[in-house]
């Protein structure tokens, strides 16, 4: 079966810095894959330069099969979708939900509009009652919640989760988390989540890279975590932070 | 439900809306009321508000004609209850000449908007989400019209049109675009980064699809601010070009031009050149309150609660 | 132990469009030379609580208690010049974000000796000294490099680690800390925990230390509040949070991944409408 994305060398250059070292990875069709580490390690950029939001400078990104060029089509956007870290910023301040939702079904030429956003906003608990609020008036938790719905309007197969909960409350945290995995059971997506949380990336994904300064460290399987199973100083420190704070004797 | 029960400013605040129009008007609503919130907003507003009724009914309100008067009997009168402003040195009735100016005021006003705004909303976001080489050329023309006095450079354009009215209206435009296209292109550079901006190209929309309608939007808002703001400016220029001989011709009754003519008696008829320039700094007063209002009401920063 | 602050049932309202809106209703704690945590979810009122002991409530919100009492000062009576004189050198605030806490145009260094000086009488040469001390204290490696430093040209956890440092220059009695962690990566976060562990154990400082973070509250204090729609729902000592007798602080427990439990879906929290009383 070919991989639903394949990731071989990529490498991304910010003017004189380089966010990504040559990194590679290979996701199968309905795995959940997750890339752990803290500020600076590329764990977002490698997110964002699968979506052409960050400038490639090397290596290839194969979806499907396909192997992608420096820009992205209308097709390409049908199959992978993104849903990003800050529910704040990630919503068009003037439009209300439906516009927001409407958006991506007149890019795509969808004609039963209607029926779709009904069923978008069925699917992740919000119901017809939020379809016409702007986002301001949306809490974090329901915000998440619409930029999910948003990214899955188009079907997409692969879908890119950039720290979606770490600006959220630990119990919305856990309802998002549980929406996430339902919608990935229905449609049988894809997952590459990148996030700072041990524990989330325990919970979302069975295969894991854990990443520091643009470059991979080690690759887990998530049960390692759970038995301690690691080879490098970092993850256990990683791990050791993730338990809380420990008071020396 | 209770639809029926709710009172019409409980149907505009609620927080579920039932369908894109009362969404729409419910975010009117709230602008509406942070800017009734302001009062010196509203008198702005009452002002130009005056002068557009005043223009719409120039002819019902001018108790004489604006281009006749009586050059035997009423030259240069003193404000009286025939002449409430006084007579100008052709025996014709200021009060009259002011009102159907408010015409020509209007005119340049809303001519010099509609050509000078758009202008520049373009050339601004454009720039400022396309970047590289379109940007810097973009820009550097933007600078280059900057860089000219704006009084100066609609001298030139009207000596090389020739003088009148519509001229001035053209020249007075295509010097206040730059300033429209620097605001626009600083609030594009500051959204074009934004996840909401990211999420939406990764819907796969196209540039210009992305610029029209996601990034124009959030544009506008300073932008009308700013014109509003711009409205004194522009009503002085024109003012000034009429001033000059360089604007409206004669005998048409343009507040500049009738300062123009009315210098000559300004120590002893004082009121033929200070009735409209009395015209002139209320209808600019007027604009000024008006923009810093809308500049309070509109902003998305403090919007929301 | 003596007791630096009294708490007894602090109100803090604000009048909005659609009426007045508690933010913190009734809340009591007292606290002595010990690690307080206050945890809760946003909205839930642990940060307004923060602000109203500091005296940084927004203007248009009111503030009511029967006792609002730091080491013998009555703060709701207390001047605004009073209070200013307090803030800064007695009671300190560390924020959640160093960037919009720190001054962007004067260099880390002169922010701090600023600090000092309007609060002490020191001299100049001895101000840059105790400034360099403290950067020292805070952890910070290269203390005179830092010191001629803007704030944008340091990492997060330096800034925080600058913050910390100028907030705790004049040797403040109370610390009021809210998130100041929440912005940082792992594994510094705990370095700064360790910072402010060590200020309390060494200088008998009180802290109040302002979360939403369960697990970090319950390794890191001494007595955690658990805060719920402006209210206290529960009071216990930190080491004995898994204990918990109230539903939410179960909930809250229970509902974060943990490494190992394979619990799916999640337990989501079931919010009881008789917790709002």
Known sequence: ?249 | MSDTTMTRREWLLTDRPQSRTQARLGRAYVTWRRFTANRLAVIGLGIILLLLFVAAAAPLLAPHSPYIGDLRNARLLPPSSTYWLGTDDQGRDILSRLIYGSRLTLQVIVLVAIIAAPIGLLVGTAAGYAGGWIDAVLMRITDIFLAFPKLVLALAFVAALGPGIENAIIAIALTSWPPYARIARAETLTVRNSDYISAVKLMGASPMRIVLRHIMPLCISSLIVRVTLDMAGIILTAAGLGFLGLGAQPPLPEWGAMIASGRRFILDQWWVAAAPGAAILIVSLGFNLLGDGLRDALDTRSGGQ | MNTLLHVEDLRVSFPTRTGVVEAVRGVSFALGQERLGIVGESGSGKSQTGRAIMGLTPQQAEIKARRLEFSGIDLLKASPAERRALRGNRIAMILQDPKYSLDPVMTIGRQIVETLRTHEKVGKAEARERALDMLAAVQIRDPKRVYDLYPHEVSGGMGQRAMIAMMLIAGPELLIADEPTSALDVTVQLDILRILDRLVIDRGMGLVFISHDLRLVSTFCDRVIVMYAGKIIEELKASELSQAKHPYTQGLLNCMPKIGADRHPLPVLDRQPEWLL
């Open chain 1, 1 to 249: 079966m070919t991989p639903a994305l394949s990731i071989d060398k990529l490498r991304v250059v910010y003017d004189d810095f380089i966010a990504l070292k040559d990194v590679s990875l290979t996701v199968a069709q309905g795995e959940s894959f997750g890339l752990v580490g803290e500020s600076g390690s590329g764990k977002s950029t490698l997110l964002r330069a699968v979506a052409g939001l960050a400038p490639v400078s090397g290596g290839t990104i194969d979806v499907s099969g396909q192997r992608l060029g420096k820009s992205r089509d209308k097709a390409f956007y049908r199959q992978v979708q993104m849903v990003f870290q800050d529910p704040y910023g990630s919503l068009h301040p003037r439009q209300t939900v439906d516009r927001l939702l409407l958006e991506p079904l007149d890019i795509h030429g969808f004609a039963d509009t209607e029926k779709r956003i009904q069923r978008a906003l069925d699917e992740v608990g919000l119901g017809s009652g939020f379809r016409f609020r702007y986002s301001h008036q949306l809490s974090g938790g329901q915000r998440q919640r619409v930029a999910i719905a948003r990214a899955l309007i188009l079907e997409p197969s692969i879908l890119l989760l950039d720290e979606p909960t770490s600006a959220l409350d630990a119990s919305v945290q856990a309802e998002v988390l549980n929406l996430l995995e339902q919608v990935r059971r229905d449609r049988k997506l894809t997952f590459v989540m990148v996030s700072h949380d041990l524990g989330v990336i325990t919970h979302m994904c069975e295969r894991l890279m854990v990443m520091q300064g643009g470059e991979e460290i080690e690759r887990l399987e998530a049960g390692d975590l759970a038995t301690r199973n690691v080879a490098q100083d970092y993850t256990r420190n990683l791990l050791v932070a993730s338990e809380g704070f420990v008071r020396d004797a």
